[in-house]
């Protein structure tokens, strides 16, 4: 028995096919998730290092108040009441509160 393996012409170019819709995918998955995802993240940074004393922001827990003081070491002290100050991470702040209004429109 004479057994030759035949190979179908169209089933050779599948590899590249498959490999290129596979990259593809790739390219729109990051432009649709990554990307959008990376560009929030440098406006969140660049809002947390504009903070200054005075500023009205909400936390990620949305505990809203007045910065009292900017601390070095990545700390904020938030008053939060009257006489009711808090110490958080700069990290936990979410936006400010005109912000907020604005996006409330």
């Known amino acids: 028995m004479n057994m030759l393996l035949q190979v179908d012409p ?18 729109i998955f990051f432009i649709f998730m990554i990307r959008p995802q990376m560009k929030r993240q440098k406006e969140e940074q660049k809002f947390r290092d504009s903070l200054k004393k005075g500023d009205s922001v909400v936390t990620i827990g949305g505990i809203s108040g007045k910065v009292i003081e900017i601390k070095g070491d990545g700390t904020v002290l938030l008053e939060i009441a009257k006489d009711v100050v808090i110490k958080i991470s700069k990290a936990a702040l979410l936006k400010d509160q005109a912000a907020l209004a604005e996006q409330a429109k």
């Open 10 to 27: 169209a089933a050779q170019g599948s590899g590249i096919g498959s490999l290129l819709l596979l990259v593809g995918i790739m390219v």
